[in-house]
C-alpha cells in the first residue's frame, strides 16, 4: 500500500516504522510545515492516509483527504463535536473513515472488560465508581478519548448514571472522570469500585507507543478501497 501520514510527532514517525517493516511505502508525509501538501495532487496515488495530528487540525485534515477520495484512518482525539459533519462528508464523497480513540488490541480488549463489569457492578448499590487516566504533559485534550470512551462504556451499562464530569467532584449521576498529565506516560486508564469494605480496580497500562502505531498500521490495511464508516469492532470482532 501507499500510505500518507498527516502528522509526523512521535506517533507518526513510530507508525511509519511499523508501515514499512509490514513491507508498504510512506508516499507522503505532512506535519506543520508542509499542511499545503495535503492536496488533491499530492494525495493522488495514496490508497489510505493515517491521520495522528492535533484536535484543531484534524477537521480540515479529514476534509481535505475525502475530498481527494482518499479513505482516512485517524486516532486523533478532541474532535468529536464534529463527528456528525465529518461523517456525512466521508459520506457524500464516497471514501472511508476508521476512527479509533485507541488503536492498541489490549485497550479495546478492556473497553469490553469495562462493559461487562459495569453490567455487573450496576446490581449493588454498596458500590460507587470512578475513573481516572494518565497520559503524557505534551497530550492536549483532557479528558483523552480512551478515557471517554471507557466513560460511556460505563454510563451505558450502569443505570444510576448519566453522564461523566472531567472532575473529582460530581452529582449522584454523573461518573467521576479524572485527568492527569505526567511526564512521558504513555497512556495509563484505571476504573475503581468502591464500597466501605473493599475495593475493585481494573487498570490499562501502555507501555510503549508500538501497540497503537501497529494497530494503525493493521486498520489503514482493513481499510485499503473500502468505504464508509468503520471502527475496531468491524477489525477485531472482540465484542461480548
Not at 182 to 193: A, L, N, Q, S
Request: glycine share 8%.
Amino acid at each position: 500500500m501507499n500510505i500518507a501520514l498527516v502528522g509526523y510527532g512521535q506517533m507518526g514517525k513510530e507508525i511509519e516504522k511499523i508501515a514499512v517493516s509490514r513491507g508498504h511505502n510512506i508516499g507522503l508525509i505532512i506535519d506543520v510545515n508542509n499542511i499545503d501538501d495535503l492536496n488533491p495532487e499530492k494525495l493522488a496515488g495514496i490508497d489510505v492516509a493515517i491521520e495522528f495530528s492535533r484536535p484543531d487540525s484534524a477537521f480540515q485534515n479529514y476534509m481535505k483527504c475525502f475530498e481527494a477520495k482518499v479513505p482516512v484512518v485517524s486516532g486523533t482525539t478532541g474532535w468529536l463535536d464534529k463527528k456528525s459533519e465529518v461523517y456525512e462528508a466521508c459520506k457524500n464523497n464516497d471514501t472511508g473513515f476508521f476512527y479509533a480513540s485507541n488503536f492498541s488490541l489490549g485497550v479495546n480488549l478492556f473497553f469490553d472488560l469495562n462493559k461487562k463489569l459495569a453490567k455487573m457492578m450496576s446490581r449493588f448499590d454498596e458500590y460507587s465508581v470512578r475513573m481516572n487516566e494518565i497520559h503524557h504533559t505534551r497530550k492536549l485534550d483532557a479528558p483523552s478519548g480512551t478515557g471517554i470512551t471507557l466513560a460511556e462504556g460505563v454510563i451505558e451499562n450502569y443505570p444510576k448514571l448519566d453522564s461523566w464530569k472531567n472532575d473529582s467532584v460530581v452529582a449522584p449521576n454523573e461518573l467521576s472522570l479524572t485527568s492527569e498529565r505526567i511526564g512521558d506516560v504513555p497512556g495509563t486508564h484505571e476504573v475503581f469500585y468502591e464500597s466501605s469494605v473493599d475495593k475493585i480496580t481494573i487498570i490499562h497500562e501502555a507501555y510503549n507507543r508500538k501497540g497503537f502505531a501497529t494497530g494503525a498500521v493493521i486498520a489503514a490495511e482493513f481499510m485499503a478501497g473500502k468505504k464508509g464508516i468503520f471502527g475496531m469492532d468491524d477489525l477485531l470482532n472482540i465484542s461480548l
